[in-house]
């Protein structure tokens, strides 16, 4: 669970999202059956994401993710690991939880990340 200090340990500034104007794609592969949960981002920056989905993934987990935000060209396609998960006592119903991105499919999805919370950090500054 995170907590004040993750706030000093965190090397890039995260940008809230507004939910419903932003979609994510989780897949988990490597199971019998590939498993594929369609959620909501909360908040991004260049290091990772905080989404919710239906079911919590665990901790340690890697997954790919698509995620679309508002003005961007196209998804953004990059694999992450799930750092944590809200206790479902504190969140119920879907549930939230933080990802660190691990690497990008390509040079221009990391590009579109970086460009989309660029233009967010200056709409917001202005």
Partial sequence: ????????????????VQPMYTSVIARCLGQD?????LGHIYDVSEGGVRIEL?????????????LEFPGTAAAIQASASV??????????????????????????DRHRLVDYIERERGRRAA
């Avoid at 669970?1 to 809230?16: C, F, L, N, V």
């Fill in 54 to 66: 239906d079911e919590a993934l665990e901790p340690g987990r890697t997954v790919t993710l698509q």
């Fill in 83 to 108: 750092v944590w998960v809200h206790d479902d006592q504190d969140d119920p119903g879907p549930r939230r939880m933080a990802l660190r991105f691990t690497e990008f499919t390509s040079a221009p």
């Fill in 33 to 37: 059956d590939d498993l594929e949960m």
């Fill in 1 to 16: 669970m995170p907590g004040k200090d993750d706030q000093i340990r965190r090397k890039h500034e995260r940008i809230r």
